[in-house]
């Protein structure tokens, strides 16, 4: 018996960022993709987790197919963005994200869990796989929540 086929898709994609090289604009630059990606991700139903590693920006987009398929157009066609490389594009079962658009940069805090993933030589040599992207994200969420007295997800 075949599995029911579900319109509900995941995608995984990893760029090189070109962005500011002054700390500060840099930052701004961040917040403005965060601020616009909130606003978008929410009008189309997409759950999102965007990691930003040196140079880098990984990101999982969950949601409908036609508008996962549409925010990756937005994604690739983004300036901010070269090099847009596919990891994985499959269909999922449920959204393993609760926000529309949530991202983390590597800090003291969670530089254990970046540390633990070790994502960056992967990105550098152009080929990170989507587990430790997946894997980064859901741990950084998972991190986040906890840090917030929230230690269960029920989605």
Known sequence: MRAKRTSLVHIIYFSRLN???DAAKRSEQINEIG?????KNEFSVIT???IIEGNFACQVIEGERSSVHETFDRVSTDQRHR?????EWREIAKREFVHSFKSAQR???NDG???KANLLPML????PKATAIHGLCVALQNDAMSRQGIDHLFI
Do not use: E, P, W, Y
Request: aromatic content about 8%.
């Open 113 to 115: 869990l970046f540390a």
């Open 107 to 109: 800090t003291a805090t």
């Open 19 to 21: 962005l500011s090289s």
């Open 124 to 127: 550098q040599r152009g080929t």
């Open 48 to 50: 999102s987790f965007l």
């Open 35 to 39: 601020r616009v990606a909130q606003k």
């Open 83 to 87: 090099d847009v490389q596919i990891n």
